[in-house]
């Protein structure tokens, strides 16, 4: 699956420890967690229906009930506050970045 709402690799690291599950017991998962998120990023980002998920994605149900039980368990509001504070905290480390050089362009300027 590839649409543009899908998560980058990179993306994907960031965040995948609030949609693993919590506990480990019973059998293995037939869909990815990746997989899920991305049909559920792609109904928020289209509009479409649940039940109008394209075929390469898992079942309607099984995104619905997994967006529904993340959703009740706090975990989209996790995820966005840690990606939230991710960004701010790579645009302040390279606005001071910029700032030191700017003043020290600035007195190189002075000097001569």
């Known amino acids: 699956m590839r649409y543009q709402s899908d998560l980058t690799a990179k993306e994907w690291e960031q965040v995948k420890h609030h949609f693993e599950?919590?506990?480990?017991?019973?059998?293995?998962?037939?869909?990815?967690?990746?997989?899920?998120?991305?049909?559920?990023?792609y109904v928020a980002r289209t509009g479409c229906q649940w039940r109008q998920l394209p075929n390469d994605c898992p079942?309607?149900?099984?995104?619905?009930?997994?967006f529904r039980n993340w959703n009740l368990r706090g975990v989209w509001e996790r995820a966005l506050e840690e990606i939230t504070a991710l960004q701010r905290k790579k645009r302040q480390g390279g606005g001071a970045q910029l700032r030191t050089h700017r003043l020290a362009e600035r007195q190189d300027a002075v000097r001569e």
């Open 21 to 41: 599950p919590r506990d480990r017991r019973g059998s293995g998962h037939k869909h990815h967690k990746k997989d899920l998120v991305d049909g559920i990023l």
């Open 59 to 66: 079942p309607w149900k099984t995104g619905y009930d997994h």
